[in-house]
């Protein structure tokens, strides 16, 4: 019966805590060459980034896209339309030599990092709680304390590194055809 409450308060914590940053649960990587899913198929036109046969990176209308231009601006949205010499993302028509860059998400480090910063917040909370409903004296110990926070320091360390920047001049927009 003593351990219902610590555990329905940390099912509790854990559903309400959710993602770190809610928008980067929406963010979705980019479809690479391998598979199109047939609902992105629409229009029959994607955006492809190549470097090497082989080596490409697709994005299809509808598709989250951030990328920067050569006057240092950065614009994020969603594809909205692909021509031969430009496309729209978000309400912003953009050339294609315009840009300077495109960044593509790293899913590793910011499922890692999200899970260590969600791992060592969620020790220490515990840790915490559970000397607080035990009525210890001091309520946190310095063991939990040793664990939560290298935990939480290497998971803000490894987040700034979620996406990755990729030069135009090496990977070339190429607007595609699909039938």
Partial sequence: MKWRLPL??????????????????????????????SSQLTGGRVLAFVKAPGKRNIYAIGSPMKVKLIDGRKVEGRL?????????????????????????????????????????GGYLVLDAFNGLTNQKKPFFHVEALATGIPLLAAGAAILPFKEVKRKVKVWRPLPMDLW
């Avoid at 021509?83 to 590793?108: C, H, N, W």
Wanted: charged residues 15%; proline residues 4%.
């Fill in 80 to 120: 909205f339309a692909i021509y031969d010499t430009a496309f729209v993302l978000g309400t912003q028509k953009i050339t294609y030599d315009s840009l300077e860059a495109y960044y593509v998400p790293m899913r590793v480090c910011l499922i890692t990092g999200s899970a260590l910063c969600i791992a060592g």
């Fill in 8 to 37: 329905i308060g940390l099912l509790s914590f854990f559903f309400l805590l959710g993602s770190p940053d809610g928008l980067q649960a929406q963010w979705k990587r980019p479809r690479s060459s391998r598979g199109l899913e």
